[in-house]
């Protein structure tokens, strides 16, 4: 198996807007191990969100070459890239995208549905997750019944439901204050190192670097600088 959770080379991504092609990123170079916490850090427009959407399969690169899990992803169809998607990422993405009309247990039952997973384990393994984020006790209630915190931690349980190699997330504390955004700090670095998930997070906020194992700031498409944090937690 390889070493490696991500490994990009010369990737690029361009968009045209207005007739004219915009870089978005210009030759990122990046391998994250298995097992790393990486934050993913820059002004607005650098490329932060471009290269996590890239990851996970979300967008497709302009040129260069991107592995996830072993896999080059150029390689893999449509229905390839569905399953990597289901089967292997895990996204959060910054305002939960929770379905309204789903408790918090089946919007995490949803995916391990689309696997054909048989309806008990389904539903045993969506409480498990959601005792694992301290929320059990919310299994029946709706996105609207539970605050920004709560739902935030519904989405990371989702994230995880189908044992994904790699979980990506978009400015996770964005829209919570700061005592709620420290608990999924506190949540993420204990599924890092208890669980040894594999997570990359894309951020302005330095705490939330901070809790990272490492740093990466991009800059005008490109990576700037890949190090470690200043200071641990």
Not at 160 to 178: I, K, M, Q, Y
Not at 183 to 211: C, F, G, M, S, Y
Request: aromatic share 4%.
């Amino acid at each position: 198996m390889n070493s490696f959770a991500v490994k990009t080379e010369n990737l690029h991504k361009s968009y045209v807007l207005g007739g004219t092609a915009v870089g978005a990123l210009r030759g990122v170079d990046l391998t994250v191990g298995r097992g790393e916490f990486v934050a993913l850090m820059g002004p607005s427009g650098c490329g932060k969100t471009t290269l996590l959407n890239l990851i996970g399969a979300i967008d497709t690169p302009s040129r260069g070459t991107l592995w996830v899990d072993g896999v080059d992803l150029h390689s893999l169809s449509e229905n390839q890239l569905a399953d990597l998607r289901r089967d292997r990422i895990g996204v959060v993405f910054q305002f939960y995208n929770l379905l309204p009309t789903l408790t918090a247990r089946e919007n995490i039952e949803l995916p391990m549905q689309f696997k054909g997973c048989a309806a008990r384990a389904c539903r045993e393994r969506a409480l498990w997750l959601l005792d694992r984020v301290g929320l059990k006790d919310r299994a029946d209630h709706k996105p609207a019944e539970l605050s920004g915190g709560e739902q935030q931690r519904v989405s990371i349980a989702r994230a995880l439901v189908n044992e994904p190699a790699l979980v990506l997330l978009d400015e996770p504390t964005g829209d919570l204050d700061s005592a709620t955004g420290q608990e999924i700090l506190n949540l993420l670095r204990d599924l890092n190192r208890q669980d040894k998930v594999t997570i990359i997070v894309a951020t302005h906020d330095p705490l939330v670097a901070q809790a990272c194992n490492r740093i990466v700031r991009l800059r005008d498409g490109r990576v700037e600088n890949d190090g470690q944090p200043a200071a641990t937690p």
